[in-house]
C-alpha cells in the first residue's frame, strides 16, 4: 500500500518475523483496533497476508463490536466487499466507500475465506543476519486484538496460542484524516465516449473520500448531482 495515499496503519502484527505460525484449520479472522488521536479518521483500505492460493474472500467492518464478537458492531456496509486471490501474499484492497470514526470507537475488520486459510501472522523469534549470527525479534499481543471463528464462535487468538510464540493475524487498516469540508477538485480532460457520453478525469483531492460530479444545464448558477 503507497504510504503516501494514507495517514495511519492499524496492525497488531509488528513482529519482525512474519510467517504462518498457528494450526487452527478456520476460514474466518478478524482484527480489532481503537481509533487514536484528536480527530476524525476514515477507513481507506484493508489488508492481510495468506499463504494459499485461489481464495475467494469477504470483507466487513464493523464499529464498536463488543469483546469476544467481532461481528457484534454496527456493520458499516450493507453487503461485504467481495473479491477473490490467484497466489499467496500480501494484499490491499480499497473499500467501496469510507468509514468515518471518530478517536475512541473501535472497528473490527472481519475477513472471510470460501475454505480454510492459512492467515499469515506476526510473531516472535530469532532471526538469521548473516555471519552466523541471529537477533532476536519480541512480539507481545494483548487481549481483543485477534481472533479467528471456530464452531460459530470467536476465540481470542491470546488465550490460546497453541504453544507458540505470542501472535497476532495479519490484518490491517487504512486509514486518513477526516474533515467534512467539501474542497473543489480540477478537470484535467473530458473525452467524447462515443454516442452514449463523456470520460471525464480529474485530480485527486488529499484525503478524499467521495467525489460528486456536478453540473449546470443552464446559466443561473445552479448545480445538480
Known amino acids: ?16 518475523v512474519m510467517g504462518y505460525n498457528v494450526n487452527f484449520n478456520v476460514d474466518t479472522f478478524a482484527n480489532v483496533f481503537t481509533v487514536n488521536g484528536t480527530g476524525s479518521q476514515a477507513i481507506k483500505a484493508v489488508s492481510f497476508g495468506i499463504e494459499d492460493v485461489n481464495r475467494e474472500y ?9 469483546e469476544d464478537n ?15 486471490i490467484t497466489y499467496a ?7 467501496p466507500k469510507a468509514v468515518v470514526l471518530e478517536p475512541g470507537d473501535t472497528f473490527s475488520v472481519v475477513i472471510k475465506f470460501d475454505s480454510n486459510t492459512r492467515i499469515v501472522t506476526g510473531y ?18 494483548g487481549d481483543n486484538q485477534s481472533y479467528f471463528k471456530y464452531n460459530s464462535n470467536y476465540i481470542d487468538i491470546y488465550e490460546n496460542q497453541d504453544g507458540v510464540s505470542e501472535v497476532n493475524f495479519c490484518i490491517k487498516a487504512m486509514l486518513v484524516d477526516y474533515d467534512e469540508e467539501i474542497y473543489a477538485s480540477t478537470i484535467t480532460s473530458i473525452e467524447k ?17 467521495e467525489y460528486q460530479l456536478l453540473r449546470a444545464t443552464g446559466t443561473d448558477g445552479e448545480y445538480s448531482v
Open 1 to 16: 500500500a503507497p504510504k503516501s495515499e494514507y495517514d495511519y496503519n492499524y496492525q497488531h502484527d509488528g513482529a519482525a
Open 58 to 66: 469477504s470483507i466487513m467492518i464493523y464499529k464498536n463490536p463488543v
Open 70 to 84: 467481532p461481528e457484534s458492531g454496527v456493520a458499516m456496509f450493507d453487503t461485504p466487499v467481495m473479491g477473490a
Open 89 to 95: 501474499g500480501y494484499y490491499t484492497v480499497s473499500l
Open 124 to 141: 516472535g523469534g530469532d532471526i538469521y543476519i548473516g555471519g552466523g549470527g541471529y537477533a532476536t525479534a519480541n512480539s507481545v499481543c
Open 193 to 209: 465516449n462515443g454516442d452514449a457520453g463523456f470520460v471525464i478525469n480529474w485530480q485527486n483531492v488529499k484525503n478524499g473520500i
